[in-house]
């Protein structure tokens, strides 16, 4: 079975400086991960994923992930954060489903 | 175009009673996906279709709970008898991939709340 455990339940940061969201991975084959932010009453927004094309990974709104096999870490990174980017983040691990963990909540100070 | 659509986005229901929580995907998608989301907890997986077949119902928590795609496009999650540990946010997500690579991207609607009192 794949899963997904996220190292931190809340991460404040200021607006501006880096964000740093840990993931690691729990898998029996080639993982594919994505991550996911979630806003306020709003619906589930993929940000980005891993497919096995490329270990860095770009998505939107500046964000990025490193695919580490030999530290099964998914690790979602932007290097200055905006106050538009206070959500909650999901790490997913995916066969034909998606299963999730269990969320990082980011609040950004002005 | 439409993004997938979830109807009714609110839904009280006393305990005891049935409710029917409608999910419209985005066209042409083949997958379709229902998850239940408590609250403070990440999303968990229900069901899934691919047309009008239900291949992988493992996650329903108990019988109570249904869920049909009778025309491979509109599916209605049922729940009877509805007891207060229902109550969640249930997402519908819809894919036009039908691999098990995990690659095909999911869109989530809004979701449904349901509040059983």
């Known amino acids: 079975a794949q899963s997904v455990t996220q190292l931190d339940s809340h991460v404040s940061v200021s607006e501006g400086t880096p964000v740093l969201l840990r993931c690691n991975y729990s898998?029996?084959?080639?993982?594919?991960l994505f991550w996911y932010v979630q806003h306020p009453n709003k619906g589930l927004q993929l940000l980005l994923k891993y497919t096995s094309a490329a270990t860095l990974v770009k998505g939107i709104n500046g964000f990025e992930a490193e695919f580490k096999k030999s530290e099964t870490s998914f690790h979602l990174t932007k290097p200055s954060a905006h106050m538009s980017d206070a959500a909650e983040y999901f790490c997913?691990?995916?066969?034909?489903?998606?299963?999730f963990g269990a969320g990082t909540t980011v609040t950004v100070r002005a | 175009g439409a993004g997938v659509s979830q109807s009714p986005r609110y839904k009280v229901a006393k305990r005891g009673q049935d409710v029917a929580l409608r999910c419209d995907p985005i066209?042409?998608?083949?997958?379709l996906f229902w998850y239940q989301q408590a609250l403070g907890q990440g999303p968990e997986f229900l069901t899934y279709f691919q047309n009008e077949a239900q291949l992988d119902k493992s996650g329903l928590p108990s019988d109570r709970f249904f869920a049909e795609r009778p025309e491979g496009s509109v599916s209605t999650l049922k729940i009877q008898r509805t007891q207060q540990e229902d109550s969640a946010v249930y997402l519908c997500a819809s894919s036009r991939s039908t691999g098990t690579s995990g690659e095909g991207e999911q869109y989530f609607g809004p979701g449904t709340r349901l509040t059983v009192t």
């Open positions: 898998s029996s084959y080639s993982p594919s």
């Open positions: 997913v691990v995916a066969d034909y489903k998606l299963s």
């Open positions: 066209s042409g998608h083949v997958s």
